[in-house]
């Protein structure tokens, strides 16, 4: 009896040996190749690398410690938005009675959005005969999230948030031949635009001013390509809404504060996945930052990104290995901090809950989106991330012998371009690939 104690320790013992044995390159290639690397050495890195199918970490390296996760941000709005829009998104909610049309947004930013054909909350407004009356929605989210950086107010990639996007909040300038022209057409006189022609120019440059809706736009006239450029309008409050909806729908329009005498309806919009796609593969800040907004939408018909990110994180990810700092959609705010196992540990109960066709589409792959320049053996599925001096990387790898792996490699303060930094972690993690 005295020797079944000893035999099972020398088993466990050889059992943890081989394991360690097993992985050892990894953790040689991380430490000795990957975190000394020239863009890394002086940079501050947390892996994590974990088996679903064992249980296993295969390596950890600082999958405690915190990191600005730039956009990896998104895997949490895309879990938000999978756990509780369902299958469409909330387009509309309307009143209609005898005599008038009641309409409230929802932040769906596909209304109107250009890469969106089916738009059922236009088709509403435009086939009713009806008098609308815009109610304003309880709005408890600022135009610009926490810890934004207010001197971007004209770069595309942060569009104001509010409860009814058109045109996705942005105007969009378009150059082709010795056309010029702007949607939405509200902003196309001299009030809101100005033009100049720069024959020195290489591309469109279009600014505009800070307080107000009123765009420069310098173009080269012997350039007869067709450029198009973006840059957010100045949302406003209800009536700014009213005026951009009569321009499009060629109809009048009031607002109400309240409603009439009965409920509203949820009109159900486009797939959701329709939505998620774009937002993970271009890295879309505006889709994700509205994914949470309609979130609180749905469940308690008023908009805030706090709320639903309070709530998800109560409800859904309550064992989460570390409390993270999650405080937007897109990850535009260094107030973000996640670690690498909060990420391996989210992308696990996705795995566990949809099937992997759909996340695969959803993630960008090699040659793909934000990863069209890596990855060409597209074995893995992942979602990117950059801010100065920021790159990061999570997601599902599939190695040669079909083992499929989830991963999370933040890097954070290093001073090396964000390509040196990929290139690195792409090397690394195509090792594993090919080994395993």
Known sequence: MRLFPVVLSC???TASQKTFAQYAPIKKWAEEDLLRSAPLKQAHAGISIYEPATGKYWYNYQEDHYFTPASNTKIFSLYAGLRLLGDSLPALRYLSTDSVLYVKGTADPSFLHPDYKVQPAWDLLQQTGKPIVVVPAAMETRRYGNGWAWSDYADDYQPELNEWPVYGNVARVRHHGDTLMITPRIFNDTAHISFRRDNTLDELLIERDERTNRFSV???????????????????GIQDLIYRLQDTLHKPLRAAMTGGPGTFNLLKGIPADSLYLPMMHRSDNFFAEQILLMCSSLLWDTISTKRTIDFIQKSYLSNLPDTPKWVDGSG???????????????????????????LYTLFPTGGKGTMKNYYRQQFVHAKTGTLTGVVTLSGYLVTKKNKTLIFSVLVNNHNNSATAVRRSVESFLTRI???Y
């Open 332 to 358: 535009l705010s260094r107030y973000n901090l996640f670690t690498p196992r909060d990420f391996v540990s989210v992308l696990s109960d996705m795995y566990k809950t949809y099937p992997t066709e759909r």
């Open 433 to 435: 690939w090919e080994m």
């Open 218 to 236: 310098a173009y080269n006239a012997n350039d007869k390509r067709l450029q198009q450029e973006e840059v957010p309008f100045i949302t406003g």
């Open 11 to 13: 088993l466990l013992f």
